[in-house]
Every structure is written in structure tokens, then in C-alpha cells.
């Protein structure tokens, strides 16, 4: 009796992800290992200076005071500001580096979980239709692409499907949801500025399918404008950075793919193995297609737009498009970097499709469940099958982690290993360096990252020169120290962009008394004796205001949403108490 209350209750769908997200990351808590993927040093640094900063109360959004081998780089305020804190604070909870790893995974899960829930359910799809996709998700490489490697684009996917939300407003209520659309699509552009052209690449022919059914137009489009202006206000943050260092900086990319082709999803690409894993996936995204063309004129138009969105991601991510052509015609294809990225909207939106189609041809209801109940079982086995797998990798006497451009400070291997498990957050980025040149501020004509070689420089001028150098995180600066035997011109291995100031011995250095490297590493004179270098970031006075704005923004937003949920909840109670008399 007390179970079957328990499934009836609201909290039932919450408890049941719950435990589906600490079943994921048992396997990892028992064997006590790490996973080292290839992006995790990269991300590990931006967490532990976020962490660090709300630690010690010493706040500066842009230069990088503690992490990133404490050179004055840029890297937070251009890649996902606020997630980067709250992956901090996860990071001052856990302590150590495999706690905050189980509590980020555990987290994600929880955001992709009820994320996708809440998803299915605006879809007016059942609990228990809603409940075991929701599930199956977690299983899904979009998710495990942050378990297994720490991509950050796992954390994009975990929300993903909360902000496709609007995209069935459009459809089924031909209208514009100011605060919902605006809120979702600026909450995915704070966490993951490719995966919100995802998002609006969804929106759009669902706002197409809306704004032609509709027959208050011109409504429609005002409600949009404020969408979008509103969408600007939560995201002044991400625009003020972005125009702060871009407009007075020649900033070095990311990573620019030249193998886009191969790349993509096909039967012998890369990668195919994780991204049609678990194989449950590979069973629906058959089953959808066979359903659409069977069914094409019973189902409803939500169903029709988001299975052909699907079929269009899914086509977007794979060979079957000339990605070698395209990226060597259309350069901001380059952005996208790696084709197999459509994949996740692609995820998300079949699972829609599925649901759909199981609710709107009215299949029997218990054997649907009994279906599900074992696609999930079988996904989550395959799921910890290759965790375990990969966990293993932690056991080599060497290869235990991810080493493309990685170099270790230290020959003895069990203590790097330890330092992941200790309390000092800073050892192991300390042993394991990685020379990724992302956002470097480039002091040269060159463009092309071949030429740049931004690895190398990196490499060669900071991470093997930054021990010559003590170094100390102040309220007001980042200061290095150093004792030299002669005066003479030294570069330090600190990053220096437009508004970098900097103050040599008590002096502020000037343009014409600084030189830089063609990666922005500081060309100075030192003095013969102690010398004393002080890193600080001077932003322009309009970037502050519009730093903090979001902030008060996003209060007021979520106190109205807050407020109209108390409203509603009100309105259903006087409903029911009607009903009942």
C-alpha cells in the first residue's frame, strides 16, 4: 500500500532519477579511480580558479589567478563564466578531485534527468513514458561525453532538453512565451555557446509552423522582440566579455578541426561505438523512422516537426554531408568543430519523437513499460560495462589518462595519481600541464594556428619557465618574484592582453617599455637582484555595469516565474475544491 502511494507520488519521477544517477556512478565510487579525459586538465583548471576565487573572496572575472599556471590568461569570462563557479563550488563541496568528479557526474545526471522529464511531460506524455526516457538519456553518449572525456558540451546536453521547452509553446499554444524563451535559451548561451545555436537551430521551424498558424501576427512578433531583448539583458555578462577582449585583442581560436569529414558519424567513423552506444538508441532511431513513414498523417504536427528536426540533426552529424568542402569554403563552419556534436540535439529530440509516438497511436500501455523497463535495464548495464572499461585505464603504469599535449612534472606516476585524491587542489594541476592555447592574445600577423603553433610557444615559454617564478594570488594583483644575476630583457611567463596592467618594481610599464611574444607571453627588463612583477586586468567602466546586470536580471525573472507558479497552484486548488463539491 505504502509503494503504490509512493509511485502515486509527485516525488516518485525525482526519487526514481535520483537513484538512477547513484547506480551510474557506483562503479567509479567502488574501484576508487579517476577518469582523466581529453579535455579534464583544460576544465579542471578553469573549476579550481573559480574555486579558489570563492574561497578566498578574491573575485576578478577576467585574468586567471590561480589556476591555468597563475599566467593572467583569459579564459573563464569567455567560456561559460557562471557554470565554471558553480563547478567550483562543487569543487570546495567534494574537497578533493575525485569527489567533485563523482558529485559533477552525479549532478549531470540530475540536470539531464529532470531536464528531459520535464521535457516529455510538456509533451503531455505520461509519468511512466516520461520517467524511463528520462532515464535512458543518462545512458546516452551526450551525457557520458562529460563522464568519460569531462567534455563540457555534457553539461550543455544535460540541459538541452529544458531548453527546447519553448519549442513545443510554439507548437501546440501558437504563441510566444516571453520569460520562457528568454530564460531558456540565455541559461543554455551562459553554459555552451554552440549548443544554443543548437537550440535556436530547433526553434526555428517550430516559430515558422507557430507564427504561419497564428492569427495574431504582429502580437507574435512583439513578444518576440522582448524575447530577445530580454535574452540580451540575462546574457550581458557573456556580450560585455566577449566584446571586452575580442575588440581590443586578436584572440587565438580554439581548436580548429581540419578532419571535419572523418569527424562525422557513419558506419566506420569516429567514434561510432560511444555515439551509438547504448544500442538502444541505434533500435529507436529505426523504430522512428519506420513509425513515421507508417503513420505520417495520424500523428500530431508536434510529432511530425520534431521526428523530421530529428532526421535533420542526424543527417547534419553525419558523412553524409561534404563537411571537408564546406569547412574548407565556409570558415565559420569551423566553429562547430566536430560534426558528431548534431548527434546530441539529435538525441534528445528522438526520444521526444519516440514518446510522442508511443502516446499518439495509443499503444498498450503495459507493454510499453515492460518495453522500457527493459531498454533501460539493458542500457544501463552496457552504460557501467563501459565505465568500468574505461576505469580500468587508471591501472596502466603509464597511459592512465588522456596525454596528447600533456607534460608531466614529475617521473614518479603513483604520485600524480595520489594528488587527484588528496585535499591540496593545486598538486595534481600542478604534476599533469596541458599547453592548450585557447584565448591567447596573439602579437602577430600570422592567423592560421599552424603557423601560430600556439601549443608549442605555450609550452616552451610558460609551462617550462613558470617554476623559475614565485607567484601569489593578491586582492589587487598577481604578483611574481624572482632574484636575478644580471639586467637584461627576459620573457615571464605571464599573459598580457590590452588592458593587462602591468607594474615592474613599483613602475607602471608602458606599450614602449613592454614587449610580447607572439602569444602574448610578457618581453620585460629585468634588474640585477629582486625583482617584483605585478598582473592586473583594468576593464573599461561600462564592462563592470554590464557584468553585474545579468545578475538582478535573472532575480527578477525567476521571482516572476516563481511567483505565477504560486498563482497557478492557487487557481488549480480552487478548481479541485469545486470540483469536489
Same mark, same amino acid.
Given at each position: ?17 535520483? %537513484?538512477?544517477?547513484?547506480? &551510474? ?15 579534464? %586538465? ?11 576565487? +570563492? ?5 576578478? =572575472? ?8 597563475? @599566467? ?10 557562471? *557554470?565554471? /563557479? ?15 568528479? %563523482? ?7 540530475? #540536470? ?21 526516457? *528520462? ?9 557520458? =561525453? ?11 546536453? !544535460?540541459? #538541452?532538453?529544458?531548453? +527546447? ?15 520562457? +524563451? ?43 522582440? #522582448? ?18 577582449? $575580442? ?13 571535419? /569529414? ?55 552529424? @553525419? ?49 510499453? %513499460?515492460?518495453? &522500457? ?12 560495462? !563501459? ?38 587542489? *593545486?598538486?595534481?594541476?600542478? =604534476? ?6 585557447? /584565448? ?14 600556439? /601549443? ?6 610558460? +609551462? ?32 598580457? $592582453? ?38 592586473? $586586468?583594468?576593464? *573599461? ?41
Amino acid at each position: 500500500m505504502k509503494m503504490s502511494k509512493l509511485m502515486r507520488s509527485k516525488l516518485f519521477p525525482a526519487l526514481v532519477i535520483v %537513484i538512477g544517477a547513484l547506480i &551510474l556512478v557506483l562503479p567509479q565510487v567502488l574501484a576508487h579511480k579517476m577518469l582523466l579525459g581529453s579535455d579534464s %586538465i583544460f576544465h579542471y583548471n578553469r573549476f579550481y580558479e573559480a574555486a579558489m576565487q +570563492l574561497k578566498e573572496g578574491n573575485f576578478h =572575472y577576467f585574468i586567471t589567478m590561480y589556476g591555468f599556471q597563475q @599566467s593572467g590568461r583569459i579564459i573563464n569570462a569567455l567560456y561559460g563564466p557562471v *557554470a565554471a /563557479y558553480f563547478n567550483g563550488a562543487l569543487l570546495l563541496v567534494g574537497k578533493t578531485w575525485f569527489n567533485y568528479q %563523482i558529485l559533477s557526474d552525479i549532478a549531470v545526471y540530475l #540536470l539531464a534527468g529532470g531536464s528531459m522529464y520535464a521535457l516529455l511531460r510538456k509533451c503531455k506524455l505520461r509519468v511512466s513514458y516520461s520517467l524511463g526516457l *528520462a532515464l535512458f538519456y543518462l545512458t546516452t553518449y551526450a551525457i557520458q =561525453y562529460w563522464t568519460l572525456s569531462q567534455a563540457f558540451s555534457g553539461w550543455a546536453a !544535460a540541459l #538541452l532538453p529544458l531548453c +527546447l521547452l519553448p519549442l513545443v509553446t510554439f507548437i501546440i499554444e501558437k504563441q510566444v512565451n516571453v520569460l520562457e +524563451l528568454a530564460l531558456c535559451t540565455a541559461l543554455m548561451f551562459q553554459i555552451h555557446f554552440l549548443t544554443s545555436l543548437f537550440v535556436v537551430m530547433a526553434y526555428l521551424p517550430a516559430f515558422i509552423y507557430a507564427f504561419v498558424k497564428t492569427p495574431e501576427r504582429i502580437k507574435m512578433l512583439q513578444h518576440m522582440a #522582448l524575447a530577445v531583448g530580454l535574452f540580451f539583458l540575462l546574457t550581458a555578462n557573456i556580450w560585455a566579455g566577449l566584446v571586452e577582449v $575580442y575588440f581590443g585583442n586578436t584572440v587565438l581560436q580554439p581548436f580548429i578541426n581540419k578532419n571535419m /569529414y572523418g569527424t562525422a558519424v557513419s558506419l566506420n567513423a569516429y567514434r561510432l561505438s560511444n555515439w551509438l552506444s547504448p544500442f538502444g538508441i541505434v533500435i529507436l532511431g529505426g523504430l522512428q523512422i519506420i513509425l513515421l513513414l507508417l503513420f505520417w498523417k495520424k500523428i500530431s504536427t508536434l510529432n511530425k516537426i520534431v521526428s523530421l528536426e530529428a532526421m535533420f540533426f542526424l543527417i547534419l552529424s @553525419s558523412r553524409l554531408l561534404p563537411w571537408k568542402w564546406l569547412s574548407q569554403t565556409f570558415e565559420f563552419v569551423n566553429v562547430l568543430q566536430f560534426p558528431f556534436r548534431f548527434f546530441v540535439p539529435y538525441t534528445v529530440l528522438l526520444l521526444m519523437s519516440i514518446g510522442l509516438f508511443a502516446t499518439e497511436l495509443k499503444l498498450d500501455g503495459r507493454m510499453m %513499460i515492460g518495453a &522500457l523497463i527493459l531498454l533501460v535495464t539493458c542500457s544501463f548495464v552496457q552504460t557501467i560495462q !563501459a565505465l568500468e572499461q574505461d576505469l580500468a585505464v587508471w591501472d596502466e603504469p603509464e597511459e592512465f589518462m588522456y596525454q596528447k599535449n600533456t607534460i608531466y612534472f614529475t617521473d614518479d606516476i603513483q604520485k600524480i595519481k595520489q594528488a587527484f585524491f588528496s585535499t591540496d587542489l *593545486a598538486l595534481g594541476l600542478r =604534476y599533469v600541464q596541458k599547453s592548450t592555447p585557447d /584565448y591567447l592574445p596573439l602579437y602577430t600577423k600570422l592567423t592560421a594556428q599552424d603557423e601560430i603553433h600556439g /601549443y608549442r610557444h605555450y609550452r616552451k615559454q610558460v +609551462l617550462m619557465q613558470e617554476q623559475k617564478f614565485t607567484k601569489a594570488a593578491t586582492t589587487d594583483a598577481l604578483v611574481y618574484q624572482w632574484d636575478a644575476a644580471e639586467a637584461k630583457e627576459i620573457i615571464v611567463p605571464a599573459i598580457g $592582453y590590452k588592458n593587462t596592467k602591468v607594474v615592474l618594481n613599483g613602475k607602471v610599464l608602458t606599450d614602449a617599455q613592454l614587449g610580447h611574444t607572439r602569444i602574448g607571453a610578457l618581453k620585460l627588463r629585468q634588474k640585477r637582484g629582486h625583482n617584483r612583477l605585478e598582473l592586473s $586586468y583594468v576593464p *573599461a567602466k561600462a564592462t563592470v555595469v554590464f557584468l553585474v546586470l545579468p545578475a538582478f536580471v535573472w532575480l527578477g525573472c525567476l521571482g516572476i516565474v516563481i511567483k505565477r507558479k504560486g498563482y497557478n497552484k492557487k487557481d488549480d486548488a480552487k478548481i479541485n475544491c469545486l470540483s469536489a463539491r
